[in-house]
């Protein structure tokens, strides 16, 4: 497997790297710089949408949605802190609307038949952040250069 040309990436410990050109160079410069990316692989997408979909299934529509998102939480707030390090932005913008598209499910099921115009429309990503639910989107961390520091004699 060559990274060499950015075409190919490989899935290791959850995360696939990958060699990207940088955009920024190549557009001030026109200089082919490649980087190291990570982010979630398709499979840690697969198992916490799996895992989401676990703590909200439709027969909890009846329960207090603060119980809800109280499950939910350490399950987002560790997926993130695992994967935060790397280039993840995107995916975790699509495991938030993944759970709000879940969370607002459950409000629907609960209205039922009863559900009134104009009321689905409330039950958006920011209604459930009001009620403690845990966001991804804005929590990824870049870690400092390592500095070499020489011992002075």
Same mark, same amino acid.
């Given at each position: 497997m060559v990274l060499t040309?950015?075409?190919e990436g490989f899935d290791f410990l959850g995360c696939h790297l990958r060699k990207r050109m940088s955009g920024r160079l190549w557009e001030q410069k026109r200089? @082919?710089?490649y980087y190291l990316h990570r982010w979630p692989s398709? @499979?840690?997408?697969?198992?916490? +949408?799996a895992r989401v979909r676990e703590l909200t299934p439709m027969r909890r529509c009846h329960q207090d949605m603060r119980g809800v998102i109280a499950e939910l939480n350490p399950v987002l707030r560790g997926w993130g802190q695992y994967f935060r390090s790397g280039n993840a932005a995107n995916k975790? +913008?699509?495991v938030d609307a993944y759970v709000g598209r879940r /969370?607002?499910?459950?409000?629907?099921? +609960?209205a039922g038949r009863? /559900? @009134?115009?104009?009321k689905a429309q409330q039950w958006d990503r920011e209604c459930f952040e009001k009620l403690g639910l845990y966001r991804l989107r804005g929590t990824i961390r870049y870690p400092g250069q390592a500095f070499w520091k020489q011992a002075s004699a």
């Open positions: 040309g950015g075409r200089l @082919r710089r398709q @499979r840690a997408m697969k198992r916490v +949408r975790f +913008r699509d /969370l607002k499910g459950l409000r629907l099921k +609960r009863n /559900l @009134r115009a104009g």
